[in-house]
């Protein structure tokens, strides 16, 4: 199985902050990346799809770079409805694997 | 605009089978376009993708699952359902459905069902 890791595990930023998570996986991974928003209570959401594509009707400061194993989710502007969860996920092989998360908060 | 949502019971005994339904709604569980997965979630814990079926049938799952899963798709009901024998208190967890798509393969899971928690206990 493909390895995922993400850093950090959490972080705790101001509104208006330029926000950078990044993930790891273990293997070269092409750019089979997708990120995704999960908020507390809810399910998932598609964030960002193929490492850079952003979802339709997600906020452009969101944006997402890399390829092969190292890459990295930006908020460039944090804002208080952005607390959540943050996975990365690849699926350049079976099985789907995620990351394990990373924590976002307001300072 | 497609919508899932999981049904199931929401407690199962220990050793016994679980077995959850996916309700597909605003558009046809048999377009080509779309593949079909489950995807769990201990409470506090990660995302664990436990496999994917497309209209036909045709199924892949996760080899950590796998000789527990079973799933199936009933086209004329537009649901796809989950089944997971042998559990134990470790298959607790909020089970999500969602549509698997992508441009060239199946990659994302876009959108997601609410989830339905699923609690192991005698």
């Known amino acids: 199985d493909i390895q995922m890791t993400q850093s950090p595990s959490s972080l705790s930023a101001s509104v208006g902050d330029r926000v950078t998570i990044t993930c790891q996986a273990s293997q070269d991974i092409t750019n089979y990346l997708n990120w995704y928003q999960q908020k507390p209570g809810k399910a998932p959401k598609l964030l960002i799809y193929d490492a850079s594509n952003l979802e339709t009707g997600v906020p452009s400061r969101f944006s997402g770079s890399g390829s092969g194993t190292d890459f990295t989710l930006i908020v460039s502007s944090l804002q208080p409805e952005d607390i959540a969860t943050y996975y990365c996920q690849q699926y350049d092989n079976l099985p789907f694997t995620f990351g394990p998360g990373t924590k976002v908060d307001i300072k | 605009q497609l919508q899932l949502q999981e049904s199931g019971p929401g407690v199962v005994k220990p050793s016994e089978t679980l077995s959850l339904t996916c309700s597909v709604s605003?558009?046809?569980?048999?377009?080509?376009?779309?593949?079909w997965g489950w995807i769990r979630q201990p409470p506090g814990k990660g995302l664990e993708w436990i496999g994917t079926i497309y209209y036909s049938g045709s199924t892949d799952y996760n080899p950590s699952l796998k000789s527990r899963v079973t799933m199936s798709v009933d086209t004329s009901k537009n649901q796809f359902s989950l089944g997971l024998t042998s559990v134990t208190v470790t298959d607790t967890a909020m089970y999500y459905c969602?549509?698997?798509?992508?441009?060239?393969?199946?990659?994302?899971?876009?959108?997601w069902g609410q989830g339905t928690l699923v609690v192991v206990s005698s």
């Open positions: 969602a549509t698997v798509w992508g441009k060239y393969t199946p990659g994302w899971f876009d959108p």
């Open positions: 605003g558009g046809s569980i048999s377009n080509s376009l779309y593949y």
